[in-house]
């Protein structure tokens, strides 16, 4: 099949624990490793408030106690992505492709490259200039980082993304460095616009953006019919 006639399976959630979605990606990724799905995916959701460390990260880069942490209700979660530590809450628009690299003709580079070109296109939708930085990779606002990418891969499959701080509450960035880079700032597409941005409206931007960066055609699955095809 040939990597344009792959459909890409757009499934949306409303607020969704960090553990569950990472269950749905690693179910997606397996019967994609076992050959029972052909498509592609692409879950775009918000998350309750969590940090995460990739594998580059360590607890070094919590700035607060855990106590502290304990009393804001936020849990550390160490997972497979790539990366260091970052914050997921409400606001903040996170995507998940979970893709077959391969058949899309796509190294590991090329397929950050694209994340990070549909986080700039959205933020110019919203009329924030935004690009890359050669500190690390997402993309920034001057020196503020407004969104960041972590990938892993299993057996050519890519999964775990992209986020992008939309209205986020960026309180919770000042208690971490953030990626595991002291003194770095985070900013909102809000921040920099200068307007309250619905996430509405930054999901619909960013299906436009993945179909036009990726080529893809997309079609909307519901969440129960995803379940069941798992």
Same mark, same amino acid.
């Given at each position: 099949?040939?990597?344009?006639?792959?459909?890409?399976?757009?499934?949306?959630?409303?607020?969704?624990?960090?553990?569950?979605?990472?269950?749905?990606?690693?179910?997606?990724?397996?019967?994609?490793?076992?050959?029972?799905?052909?498509?592609?995916?692409?879950?775009?959701?918000?998350?309750?408030?969590?940090?995460?460390? &990739? !594998?580059?990260?360590?607890?070094?880069?919590?700035? *607060?106690? #855990? /106590?502290? +942490?304990?009393?804001?209700? $936020?849990?550390?979660?160490?997972?497979?992505?790539?990366?260091?530590?970052?914050?997921?809450?409400?606001?903040?628009?996170?995507?998940?492709?979970?893709?077959?690299?391969?058949?899309?003709?796509?190294?590991?580079?090329?397929?950050?490259?694209?994340?990070?070109?549909?986080?700039?296109?959205?933020?110019?939708?919203?009329?924030?200039?935004? &690009? !890359?930085?050669?500190?690390?990779?997402?993309?920034? *606002?001057? #020196? /503020?980082? +407004?969104?960041?990418?972590? $990938?892993?891969?299993?057996?050519?499959?890519?999964?775990?993304?992209?986020?992008?701080?939309?209205?986020?509450?960026?309180?919770?960035?000042?208690?971490?460095?953030?990626?595991?880079?002291?003194?770095?700032?985070?900013?909102?597409?809000?921040?920099?616009?200068?307007?309250?941005?619905?996430?509405?409206?930054?999901?619909?931007?960013?299906?436009?953006?993945?179909?036009?960066?990726?080529?893809?055609?997309?079609?909307?699955?519901?969440?129960?019919?995803?379940?069941?095809?798992?």
């Amino acid at each position: 099949m040939a990597a344009g006639s792959i459909p890409w399976r757009i499934c949306e959630f409303p607020l969704i624990e960090y553990g569950e979605a990472l269950r749905l990606q690693r179910l997606i990724v397996r019967a994609k490793n076992e050959g029972r799905i052909e498509d592609d995916f692409l879950l775009l959701l918000e998350h309750p408030p969590v940090f995460t460390l &990739g !594998r580059r990260g360590g607890r070094e880069n919590l700035t *607060v106690s #855990d /106590a502290f +942490l304990q009393g804001q209700k $936020i849990p550390v979660v160490q997972i497979e992505r790539g990366g260091n530590i970052t914050y997921h809450g409400p606001g903040q628009l996170v995507a998940y492709p979970i893709v077959a690299l391969a058949k899309r003709q796509l190294s590991v580079t090329e397929f950050v490259e694209r994340l990070e070109s549909v986080m700039i296109g959205i933020a110019a939708d919203f009329g924030v200039s935004a &690009g !890359r930085d050669s500190r690390n990779r997402g993309v920034w *606002v001057g #020196d /503020a980082k +407004l969104g960041s990418i972590g $990938i892993n891969l299993r057996r050519g499959v890519a999964f775990h993304g992209l986020a992008l701080n939309v209205g986020t509450d960026l309180t919770p960035f000042s208690w971490i460095n953030p990626c595991g880079l002291a003194g770095v700032c985070m900013t909102s597409l809000a921040a920099e616009a200068g307007r309250p941005i619905a996430i509405e409206k930054a999901r619909a931007s960013a299906l436009e953006h993945f179909s036009a960066v990726f080529g893809a055609t997309l079609e909307r699955i519901e969440p129960a019919a995803l379940l069941e095809m798992l």
